[in-house]
């Protein structure tokens, strides 16, 4: 079973940094591509795609939100994603939540990590 445990969130002021961290099992990192997603308040029913990095690590995807200001990365000794945020803002403000999806499209989500972003 796939697990994917986050941790990293908190609340801050607009303009501070954040890393956020994804840790899970060797053979899921090894074997899925990792990513995060966020979900706004107010917004339950909507997911909304930040950041992906593939198996190899060799390429990444960010949302136009995002670009320039955040950095998903992999680390492979401690099979842990991390995305790291600067230039926080408000409408930053979400639960965000760890990915996983392997080449058979088999998705798995964290229990959400949540991030407050004060103006």
């Known amino acids: 079973q796939v697990q994917l445990v986050e941790s990293g969130g908190g609340l801050v002021q607009a303009g501070a940094s954040l890393r956020l961290s994804c840790a899970t099992s060797?053979?899921?990192?090894?074997?899925?591509?990792l990513g995060w997603y966020r979900q706004a308040p107010g917004k339950e029913r909507e997911r909304e795609f930040v950041?992906?990095?593939?198996?190899?690590?060799?390429?990444?995807y960010y949302a136009d939100s995002v670009k320039g200001r955040f950095t998903i990365s992999r680390d492979n000794g401690n099979n842990t994603v991390y995305l790291q945020m600067n230039s926080l803002s408000p409408e930053d403000t979400a639960v965000y939540y760890c990915?996983?999806?392997?080449?058979?499209?088999?998705?798995?989500w964290g229990q959400g990590t949540q991030v407050t972003v004060s103006s």
């Open positions: 990915n996983a999806v392997n080449k058979y499209g088999t998705t798995k």
């Open positions: 060797t053979r899921t990192f090894d074997n899925y591509a």
């Open positions: 950041a992906a990095i593939s198996v190899s690590g060799t390429n990444t």
